[in-house]
């Protein structure tokens, strides 16, 4: 009997023998950002489900940049620091094109 031959996994969790080479990558991104249903199969054979949407205003960060900010806090830190950099008048140009959008109704 042949024995079973180890496999070596990366860093994060793939085995050799994965073989992602007809895949897509993001194939599934804009219905995950619509929402999704779960169904979790309880050992009693009953059924839950659960509706996962996500939180309004949730931004979804790349893996290389998650490197660099790995909460909220950094991206916000890092953010703000960028809106310092922005001229004032282009600033208050998007500000008054806010309130034109609210006072019409438009927002």
Request: no cysteine; aromatic share 6%.
């Amino acid at each position: 009997m042949k024995k079973a031959s180890k496999t070596q996994t990366d860093r994060n969790g793939m085995q050799d023998e994965y073989d992602f080479t007809g895949g897509t990558r993001g194939k599934h991104y804009r219905a995950m950002q619509a929402g999704y249903t779960i169904t979790i199969h309880q050992p009693d054979g009953t059924k839950v489900v659960q509706d996962v949407k996500p939180q309004e205003g949730a931004v979804v960060l790349e893996p290389d940049v998650r490197e660099y900010f790995p909460d909220s806090e950094s991206v916000n830190r890092a953010l703000r620091s960028l809106i310092k950099l922005i001229p004032k008048k282009r600033l208050s140009a998007r500000k008054m094109a806010q309130a034109i959008a609210s006072d019409s109704g438009m927002v």
